[in-house]
């Protein structure tokens, strides 16, 4: 009980400074929202006037994946998206990938997305529109990497905008996006706008199952945005299921109410202008002046061109933050976090994140055609890996639940009680093995939530089964029918993966490899709980006990920061205290190498020292025995635990404790 208070009182000040339901909404749909100017136009040229069918369609897809996404958020607080998910799920090589496939999801957004700025801004100013080349470009495509350049000086200088910016940027999309639907409604009968849908279905005598299976996978682009809700888990409010599920439902509610219709509406509308090359990629400014007045046309190109630049520096950020986490994960090159003098910014980052747009957008001569047809090998390859992990993780724990229930039903009737006689309390299965409730409170900021009776229901598994099944089908048809996706994603990829395998195998001959920590909540009987802290000379001592602790199930390694690194409250930054921690990083990478040498299963905590930090990680845990320097002992609360038989394997080295004979009363 006490242990609730005190939790439930830090609530407030764990909650200062973080995003609640409307912020994450923001940042969310600030991205998903622009994708609307330049989407009609890409899919017009794949399936023509069904395009809107199509957006609609695979509105069902986007639906369900939200579903995971709001999972993701709460599992994985820690951030880090598809990385994240991949690596602790599947493992540190799957993580390496879904990073490579996010960064190009990045490139081309950065890329497509400031492109399809400067041509909305092109209605205002006909001057900036596609005219002569120049050295082989048009004038538009020259002003779009000037501004990719000004947006990687400005982000070395430090400026980048916040979740406040975004929520300004996502209200003017929506009121734009409803004022142009309002117009149009405001011309057309009733009858008229029924009209559209045979209208809509004209061409569908040329749909073939290629076709369709192309349609829907295109479609997906309308909905690239959704993974930024992971990036912002280690930004929420507590709890975060209940931020994330708020936030994403206003990402459904405003996404549907406007993508689909104006998809639907432009590609019908205005055909001519969606199969022009370079007026479909002025559709919606197209569509709000032909039905309204001048001032509305002018007011959706200017805003259109105004997000869409946002969006490109938003894309900017996210890759270089993903650089920046793979390289603190050790998959690629330390020199990405290096900081300039100057003003402190990861300036190779920084460089490499705004290069490779401006290199992808001079190779295809600003084709936006050709960069839609690139996007999805990135986007679609980073949902399929973070559904693939989240059905692994759902998996894992209906295992252990399983487990837990068949013992706990066995002791029962041991005692003479039927199971079914027991009722769950407040949507919560009655805590067994002694175990108390701290993992469902706010607890450590950094600490995964416990799932709700949604997450656990069969339904709900199975139903992820199928948005996976969905997605793959998705990625699978995109990498046969977008060739140049394929090939270009699969070459960044796998540049990518070549450095990560270059790098392990460096730090491997060294002795270490590097660690994702995990975010354990489940019981691990039988398992060694090893306490590492900073700078003390014995840890090797106890990494070595641990490891050859005989006939134990695993090995968890805590360390105890003694300081633990604040991070500033930004979207798209990993808070993974432990990478920014060198001695934590050390020790843990050290431990991983001898770990898979012995074929021992090990999982990594980090946590703020304190003095009852060891009794709080056990009530989570219960392992069997908890191995610590005898130099530290004094530091923490140890009196709950009884010594076990072989109390110390050296006694100016390391205690063994036993954690078997702990009470539920002795925790409390």
């Known amino acids: 009980m006490k242990e609730a208070e005190k939790s439930s009182i830090n609530v407030p000040q764990q909650n200062k400074g973080r995003l609640g339901p409307l912020l994450c909404w923001a940042v969310v749909f600030a991205d998903i929202g622009t994708s609307i100017y330049y989407v009609p136009g890409i899919l017009f040229s794949t399936v023509g006037k069904l395009a809107g069918f199509f957006v609609f369609l695979t509105m069902i897809a986007f639906l369900l994946l939200t579903f995971k996404y709001v999972e993701v958020t709460y599992r994985f607080p820690q951030g880090g998206g598809v990385v994240t998910v991949a690596a602790k799920a599947l493992n540190r090589w799957f993580g390496a990938l879904g990073g490579m496939f996010i960064l190009v999801d990045y490139f081309l957004t950065s890329a497509i997305s400031s492109l399809s700025g400067i041509l909305y801004l092109s209605v205002v100013f006909p001057a900036i529109g596609p005219r002569a080349a120049f050295l082989g470009l048009n004038i538009t495509v020259w002003i779009t990497l000037l501004v990719l350049i000004l947006l990687g000086i400005l982000n070395f200088i430090g400026i980048s905008e916040s979740a406040k910016v975004s929520l300004v940027g996502a209200i003017i999309a929506f009121i734009s996006d409803i004022a142009i639907l309002i117009t149009i409604f405001s011309h057309l009968s009733l009858a008229q706008f029924f009209a559209l849908f045979p209208a809509m279905f004209s061409d569908s005598h040329t749909l073939t199952p290629i076709k369709f299976l192309a349609g829907f996978a295109g479609s997906f682009l309308a909905f690239s945005g959704l993974e930024s809700i992971s990036q912002l888990a280690p930004n929420m409010k507590l709890p975060r299921r209940t931020v994330s599920k708020v936030a994403l439902f206003l990402v459904v509610l405003t996404v549907s109410l406007t993508s689909p ?97 401006i290199l992808v957008l001079i190779a295809v001569r600003g084709d936006i055609n050709i960069l839609g047809d690139m996007y999805a090998f990135g986007l679609l390859g ?37 199971p079914e006689d027991l009722k769950l309390v407040d949507g919560e299965d009655q805590p067994s093995h002694g175990t108390t409730a701290v993992q469902n409170q706010a607890g450590p900021a950094d600490a995964p939530e416990a799932e709700g009776r949604w997450t656990r229901s069969t339904f709900n598994f199975y139903l992820g089964i199928l948005t996976t099944v969905l997605v793959v089908v998705a990625w699978s048809t995109n990498l046969v029918t977008k060739p140049l996706a394929t090939a270009f994603g699969g070459s960044v990829a796998a540049l990518g993966m070549l450095i990560s395998y270059i790098i392990y195998n460096r730090h491997k001959r060294k002795g270490r490899i590097s660690v994702i920590t995990t975010g354990i909540q489940e019981h691990l009987p039988g398992a060694v709980l090893a306490v590492l802290t900073t700078d003390n000379r014995l840890n090797d001592e106890v990494v070595k006990a641990a490891i050859n602790a005989p006939q134990r199930q695993a090995v968890v390694f ?29 020790i843990f990478g050290r431990a991983n190498y001898q770990a898979l040498e012995a074929r021992k299963a090990v999982y990594f905590l980090y946590r703020p020292a304190a003095p009852d930090a060891i009794l709080q990680v056990w009530q989570t845990l219960h392992p069997d025995e908890i191995i610590l320097a005898a130099n530290q002992a004094q530091n923490f609360n140890t009196q709950p635990f009884q010594p076990a038989d072989n109390d110390k394997l050296d006694s100016n080295l390391v205690i063994h404790l036993s954690a078997k004979k702990i009470t539920r009363e002795q925790s409390a």
């Open 382 to 418: 980073a949902f399929t890996l973070t559904c693939v992990g989240m059905d692994v993780v759902r998996y894992r724990q209906r295992k252990v639940r399983a487990k837990k229930k068949y013992s706990s039903d066995k002791q029962l009737k041991k005692q003479g009680i039927d």
């Open 261 to 357: 219709l104006l998809t639907m509406l432009s590609t019908v509308l205005l055909p001519e202008a969606a199969s022009n090359p370079v007026l479909s990629a002025q559709l919606i400014s197209l569509l709000a002046g032909h039905w309204g007045a001048t001032w509305l046309q002018i007011e959706v190109a200017i805003s259109a061109s105004a997000l869409l630049v946002f969006a490109s520096n938003t894309a900017i950020i996210g890759a270089y933050h993903v650089f920046m986490a793979l390289a603190r994960m050790e998959f690629f090159p330390m020199l990405l976090l290096k900081q300039n003098t100057l003003r402190h910014t990861p300036h190779y980052s920084i460089a490499l994140a705004t290069l490779i747009p």
């Open 558 to 586: 805590l360390f105890l920061g003694q300081n633990v690194p604040t991070q500033e409250e930004r979207p798209f930054k990993l808070s993974e205290p432990h990478v920014l921690d060198v001695h934590a990083k050390d």
